[in-house]
């Protein structure tokens, strides 16, 4: 069987990346000296970023399929952290506005910046905090090239700097570095890095990249010096399997992920799921495993249509005092929810529904990125 996960429906409509863009790898492995460290999703933030849906890529249905998948991201997000919300335009700022009023969400911890994006998925090329020597936080911008020049990425490449312009924060260009996107690492906070090689060292992103070489690059840009690599699939969807959809770090000694069944229809290969099952820490301290079910039945939209496969509860978001968790209107969503919520005992696990989104590309974590406090 072939099962071809959160494939956007549009995907034929993109015909154009518009630019060339691959990072420059460097014939030797560059200084692997710690400059910086990424704090973990779970650390205090002081908001979470949000790009919009919008009609200017993928027309007015898709906007207004995902709106209401936003609007309850925002509405559970805005009592304990803000919102930063990047609209395309002026006129789309104020239909926000207006959806969010009409829904009533206060507007009192909901920031605005105005930038074009090409599509929704800010956790791939949105900004990365990281904290330097002087525990200072500065925004990395990493390269982006729509998940190997697959999908329209010159609009959304460019948000990181834009971000760090308006905030008057340092910005660490990596463009020319490596291609990599928020979706295809995980981090435990303490030095540990979970990601697959299809995701990266791949030819569509990063061109003769060694796997030391990265390591490399993530040992000083994000602070980790132990890595589990993954093998993937390359292919599998249109981001060549990102860990963040099977497999991710609830803290910094569990792995949140599936059972080996899940995972084998999640087209996960049995050496990788060895591999992950196996993982040690930095301090070769084996993971405490905590494993979510799919959708016990394949997702259906909220207009009707029927996409042939099943939901992953992996791909949720952790808020400083609530955790987001997708939902697909189906019997495991209850015992998605409680099993996480066990993990998160002084955080509220709220279900957001993504049917429509699952459609479209991917789930809550793929569209949220954290700003650390």
């Not at 709106?67 to 991201?73: F, I």
């Not at 003769?208 to 993530?218: K, L, N, S």
Request: aromatic fraction near 10%.
């Amino acid at each position: 069987m072939n099962k071809l996960f959160f494939i956007p429906l549009l995907f034929p409509l993109f015909t154009s990346c518009q630019e060339d863009t691959e990072a420059t790898i460097p014939d030797q492995p560059i200084n692997s000296e710690i400059m910086y460290t990424m704090p973990e999703e779970s650390a205090p933030h002081e908001g979470t970023w949000l790009q919009w849906p919008h009609q200017y890529q993928y027309g007015i249905d898709y906007r207004n399929d995902l709106d209401g998948t936003w609007v309850a991201m925002t509405q559970s997000l805005i009592g304990s952290e803000k919102v930063h919300i990047v609209a395309y335009d002026v006129t789309e700022k104020e239909r926000i506005i207006s959806l969010l009023e009409t829904a009533g969400v206060s507007l009192s911890n909901i920031e605005f910046k105005i930038y074009k994006t090409d599509d929704v998925w800010v956790r791939d090329n949105g900004p990365i905090y990281v904290r330097d020597k002087n525990n200072q936080l500065v925004i990395q911008d990493w390269g982006f090239n729509g998940w190997g020049k697959k999908a329209a990425f010159s609009n959304c490449n460019t948000i990181p700097t834009q971000i760090a312009t308006d905030q008057k924060n340092t910005v660490i260009d990596l463009n020319s570095v490596m291609i990599n996107e928020g979706g295809a690492i995980e981090i435990d906070g303490n030095g540990t890095l979970l990601a697959t090689k299809s995701a990266i060292l791949n030819s569509n992103r990063n061109p003769g990249m060694t796997q030391a070489q990265a390591e490399a690059i993530f040992k000083k840009n994000l602070g980790t010096t132990n890595f589990i690599w993954l093998v993937g699939k390359a292919g599998r969807e249109i981001t060549d399997m990102h860990i963040d959809g099977f497999a991710r770090f609830g803290n910094t000694n569990t792995i949140v992920t599936m059972n080996e069944s899940d995972l084998l229809y999640w087209e996960v290969p049995q050496t990788d799921i060895n591999i992950l099952y196996n993982s040690k820490d930095k301090n070769d301290k084996s993971y405490t495993f905590l494993k979510l079910p799919l959708s016990q039945n394949d997702v259906v939209t909220t207009y009707g249509k029927k996409l042939g496969y099943k939901g992953s509860y992996v791909n949720y978001y952790i808020g400083n005092t609530v955790v987001l968790v997708p939902n697909y209107n189906d019997s495991n969503d209850a015992v998605a929810n409680k099993l996480i919520q066990s993990l998160y005992p002084t955080r509220k696990v709220i279900g957001i529904d993504v049917r429509n989104l699952y459609a479209n590309g991917g789930m809550i974590h793929c569209v949220t990125q954290q700003q650390p406090r």
